[in-house]
């Protein structure tokens, strides 16, 4: 995955300051955090002064958007419910 590639923060501190509750499901917490990431690499992107640069983050961000949006959509069909962390 190309995100991979670009893993600015590989320990997720700003994610631990803003964890969940223990109730929020493995999957809810995962696309959370995919979300996270993806801000971050949209901030990143803004800075940016060559273009090319600022594609291949921003895509980088799309697709972590996408796989948090699948992740979320496969938990609220094994729960029922539509329910979002964050």
């Known amino acids: 995955m190309l995100s991979e590639k ?3 923060y590989p320990h997720d ?3 631990a300051a803003t964890s ?7 999957s809810l917490i995962r696309a ?6 993806a801000k971050r690499y949209e901030a ?4 940016l002064f ?3 640069m600022v594609a291949v983050v921003q895509a980088c961000a799309q697709e972590l958007e996408t796989e948090a ?6 938990a609220s069909h094994r729960t029922g419910g539509v329910s979002r962390a964050a």
Do not use: H, N
């Not at 949006?69 to 496969?74: D, G, Q, T, Y």
């Open 6 to 8: 670009l893993d600015l």
């Open 13 to 15: 501190k700003e994610w």
């Open 20 to 26: 969940p509750s223990p109730q929020v499901s493995p």
């Open 32 to 37: 959370a955090k995919l979300r996270a990431r």
């Open 44 to 47: 990143l992107a803004e800075g």
């Open 50 to 52: 060559d273009l090319k």
């Open 69 to 74: 949006a699948s992740v979320e959509f496969k």
